[in-house]
């Protein structure tokens, strides 16, 4: 067979013709479409990993749109912003919002039902007697009593007296001893809680409130209490170290705790100095840890750690007090 004539043109139907809807170089072959979705078409790229995108999955950016992995990448990676103390920046003081929501609830519930107060005030030792009054505690008495508050397995006593307030007729304040105590945590609690993060604070306020129960057991086991007081005064200490960390203006944060320190004083006569005292020593301590460890990414488990620590000698403290009164 002879050669074909370099003349001759080529065929319409050839393989090697560009015009061929075959042909891997036809526009009709160059649809793309979306990574996530693949049976979407799709003609942008995510400017970050450059795959295409549809609309489902574009997320605006500063620059044209990253797809959804791309973005929370991003956001892992950004670095969270933190208060000086290592607590998480917030906008609203929410803990503060829910205690004072709480206390106020229980107030509610005890005017209700008073004997919510008798069966949930701090108290850590007492008898309860077959003709249900109350009565001093001795660690020997007759079959027909049995033991209340914390000596009778009541530890909850030491956190739910924290909640509860005199009722409106009631001892020296009556209805006055909830409104300045709601008052002091909403003034207080604001500052703090900014400052500690919401996590922070809340260990802050229910290490203060259970440090305040447990020197009340350990000096005055026989006596009631009732009040928020012992959390408000640890607030008051966390803002005094605070402030010294931060290097504030520290006249009127001295005037402050000097005020604190004097309505400790007065109040001695009329309200429970052991629970103020022990919520300031608590709330003192558990500040100090918050401002002092050494910064780092170890920073929030050494202070979780000193949080723990107090906790556990407050319970061991607790342990001790109850063994001794039982004998």
Same mark, same amino acid.
């Given at each position: 067979?002879?050669? #074909?004539?370099?003349?001759?043109?080529?065929?319409?139907? @050839?393989?090697?013709?560009?015009? @061929?809807?075959?042909?891997?170089?036809?526009?009709?072959?160059?649809?793309?479409?979306?990574?996530?979705?693949? #049976? +979407?078409?799709?003609?942008?790229?995510?400017?970050?990993?450059? $795959?295409?995108?549809?609309?489902?999955?574009?997320?605006?950016?500063?620059?044209?749109?990253?797809?959804?992995?791309? +973005?929370?990448?991003?956001?892992?990676?950004? $670095?969270?912003?933190?208060?000086?103390?290592?607590?998480? %920046?917030?906008?609203?003081?929410?803990?503060?919002?829910?205690?004072?929501?709480?206390?106020?609830l229980a107030y509610l519930g005890e005017v209700l039902r008073p004997a919510i107060v008798d069966r949930f005030q701090m108290l850590g030792a007492g008898l309860a007697g077959p003709d249900g009054g109350h009565y001093l505690w001795q660690d020997t008495y007759p079959s027909s009593f049995h033991a209340e508050g914390v000596v009778?397995?009541?530890?909850?006593?030491?956190?739910?007296?924290?909640?509860? &307030?005199?009722?409106?007729?009631?001892?020296?304040?009556?209805?006055?001893?909830?409104?300045?105590?709601?008052? @002091?945590?909403?003034?207080?609690?604001?500052?703090?809680?900014?400052?500690?993060?919401r996590v922070r604070f809340l260990a802050l306020y229910l290490l203060s409130a259970l440090g305040g129960s447990v020197l009340v057991l350990l000096i005055a086991p026989e006596t009631p209490t009732v009040g928020a007081s012992g959390a408000i005064f640890g607030l008051g200490a966390a803002y005094y170290v605070m402030a010294r960390?931060?290097?504030?203006?520290?006249?009127?944060?001295?005037?402050? %705790?000097?005020?604190?320190?004097?309505?400790?004083?007065? @109040?001695?006569?009329?309200?429970?100095?052991?629970? &103020?005292?022990?919520?300031?020593?608590?709330?003192?301590?558990?500040?100090?840890?918050?401002?002092?460890?050494?910064?780092?990414?170890? $920073?929030?488990?050494?202070?979780?750690?000193?949080?723990?620590?107090?906790?556990?000698?407050? +319970?061991?403290?607790?342990?001790?007090?109850?063994?001794?009164?039982?004998?």
């Amino acid at each position: 067979m002879e050669p #074909k004539s370099p003349e001759s043109p080529e065929t319409p139907d @050839s393989p090697e013709s560009p015009e @061929s809807p075959d042909s891997p170089e036809s526009p009709d072959s160059a649809v793309t479409t979306c990574y996530r979705h693949p #049976k +979407v078409e799709s003609h942008v790229r995510c400017t970050r990993c450059d $795959r295409y995108i549809c609309p489902d999955c574009m997320r605006e950016a500063s620059v044209g749109h990253q797809c959804v992995e791309c +973005v929370k990448e991003g956001a892992r990676s950004v $670095r969270q912003a933190r208060t000086a103390f290592g607590g998480r %920046i917030t906008t609203a003081p929410l803990v503060t919002y829910v205690l004072i929501g709480l206390n106020v609830l229980a107030y509610l519930g005890e005017v209700l039902r008073p004997a919510i107060v008798d069966r949930f005030q701090m108290l850590g030792a007492g008898l309860a007697g077959p003709d249900g009054g109350h009565y001093l505690w001795q660690d020997t008495y007759p079959s027909s009593f049995h033991a209340e508050g914390v000596v009778g397995g009541e530890w909850e006593r030491l956190l739910t007296g924290a909640f509860l &307030h005199l009722p409106p007729t009631e001892g020296t304040f009556g209805i006055l001893h909830i409104v300045m105590n709601m008052v @002091s945590l909403w003034n207080l609690g604001r500052v703090v809680e900014a400052q500690l993060g919401r996590v922070r604070f809340l260990a802050l306020y229910l290490l203060s409130a259970l440090g305040g129960s447990v020197l009340v057991l350990l000096i005055a086991p026989e006596t009631p209490t009732v009040g928020a007081s012992g959390a408000i005064f640890g607030l008051g200490a966390a803002y005094y170290v605070m402030a010294r960390r931060l290097g504030a203006d520290m006249r009127a944060v001295n005037r402050f %705790i000097a005020g604190l320190l004097l309505w400790l004083l007065i @109040s001695a006569g009329l309200t429970s100095w052991q629970g &103020h005292l022990g919520g300031l020593l608590a709330g003192g301590v558990v500040t100090l840890a918050y401002a002092y460890v050494p910064r780092g990414p170890r $920073r929030g488990l050494l202070q979780a750690a000193a949080c723990v620590g107090l906790l556990a000698l407050l +319970v061991v403290l607790t342990v001790g007090k109850v063994s001794g009164l039982t004998g």
